[in-house]
């Protein structure tokens, strides 16, 4: 059963243009990801947030920025797109501190022309 | 720094066969091993984990993985793989200190089974 909800599941854009993804979650967890998957199936971890406070950010382009209203929501915003931001962006939630397992939504795919 | 290894990007296997897909690992610290599972057009979903104890743990749908710290690994298996068992399957790592729960995954494991 789905627990973490991302929309939209699918985004084709032109390069230059802003994007935004959106995720919540509704299992009462403190933590919530995003990370990227690109091409290859590769994931890496782009941030992380602690009930609205950012404790993760990975080395990232500044054009890519998180958003957090409340811990149950965090959103993923994209400042002027590149080709190279063509990926599946997998947001994740988890209870507080570090028990080693993951709540991933569906994902999230952008496709950059 | 944690690196996890999945040394076989694709196997494939007949329906009843069993599996097993390996992960190697380096961290010098106290960590957290997981698997996950994903199937094509969808996120991630977790198998199973392990922290201390007993080194076999059994996770959902038949699959179990060993922990070995003699070898650095943590290799899942299943005695009889079903057709809905085609997926793409990640090894991940996460340190049990701090504040953030972020796994570092492997590079996958696409396993493809066939009748």
């Known amino acids: 059963e789905t627990a973490v909800f991302q929309t939209p599941n699918y985004h084709v854009t032109q390069v230059g243009n802003e994007v935004s993804f959106n995720c919540k979650q509704t299992l009462g967890h403190d933590t919530m990801y995003w990370y990227k998957q690109d091409s290859k199936k590769l994931l890496k971890i782009m941030f992380s947030y602690n009930n609205k406070q950012l404790i993760v950010n990975e080395t990232v382009p500044r054009r890519f920025s998180p958003q957090s209203s409340d811990k149950a929501h965090l959103n993923l915003r994209i400042k002027s797109v590149e080709p190279e931001d063509s990926a599946v962006y997998l947001c994740?939630?988890?209870?507080?501190?570090?028990?080693?397992?993951?709540?991933f939504g569906e994902g999230s795919k952008l496709t950059v022309l | 720094t944690q690196t996890v290894s999945q040394s076989d990007a694709h196997v494939t296997v007949f329906e009843g066969d069993s599996v097993e897909l390996r992960c190697n690992y380096s961290?010098?610290?106290?960590?957290?091993l997981s698997w996950y599972i994903q199937h094509h057009g969808h996120g991630l979903q977790f198998l199973l984990k392990y922290y201390s104890g007993n080194p076999v743990v059994q996770g959902v749908n038949g699959f179990e993985a060993e922990f070995s710290k003699s070898d650095s690994s943590f290799h899942l298996r299943k005695a009889s793989v079903h057709w809905s068992d085609s997926a793409v399957y990640f090894c991940?790592?996460?340190?049990?200190?701090?504040?953030?729960?972020?796994?570092?995954f492997g590079e996958g494991t696409q396993v493809t089974v066939i009748s």
């Open positions: 961290y010098g610290g106290s960590i957290y």
């Open positions: 991940a790592v996460s340190d049990t200190g701090g504040l953030s729960g972020k796994l570092t």
């Open positions: 994740a939630s988890s209870y507080p501190g570090n028990t080693g397992q993951l709540y």
